[in-house]
């Protein structure tokens, strides 16, 4: 666990990537983003992030994708991956977990939806040791 926790935002919309960035930095956490699954990929050979929020549409591989080669991966396996989707019908909810997402955020997000869910993940993995 990095002290403060390190959240990765895998987010291709900018201006969306820099509202969850200062927010979460608000909350007192740090935070890595990327804009592709590919950034997000060259950002892990040097970061270990403690939990990542993924937008699922992205250009190029998908946050489905990405995360399903994350939860393959034993060393990213026991990483928490929350989906972040406008697609809010169970239809998408239930692909996202199929695809290995611990949790799920419909867009648009509020501030306080997405303190408390980043929280409930961190605490679960500190409880928790992978
Ligand atoms: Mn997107």
């Keep these: 666990m ?7 935002i895998v987010e291709d ?14 909350y ?11 950034e ?3 950002v892990m050979r040097s970061r270990h992030p403690d939990l990542i929020l993924m937008d699922i549409q992205l250009p190029g591989m998908d946050g489905l994708q990405l995360t399903r080669e994350l939860k393959a991966d034993p060393g990213t396996s026991g990483i928490p991956v929350i989906a ?9 909810e239930r692909a996202a977990r199929a ?11 509020t501030l306080e939806a997405l303190n408390r ?6 605490t679960g993995a500190q409880e928790t040791p992978a």
Excluded: Y
């Design 117 to 122: 869910e980043v929280r409930s993940f961190l």
């Design 13 to 26: 919309n900018a201006g969306s990537l820099e509202l969850a960035t200062v927010a979460l930095e608000f």
């Design 99 to 109: 695809a290995g997402c611990d949790g799920f955020i419909s867009k648009p997000w």
């Design 28 to 38: 007192g956490f740090a935070v890595v983003g990327a804009e592709s699954a590919e």
């Design 84 to 92: 972040l989707t406008a697609h809010s019908m169970p239809l998408h």
């Design 40 to 42: 997000a990929q060259r």
């Design 2 to 8: 990095n002290d403060p926790a390190l959240i990765l």
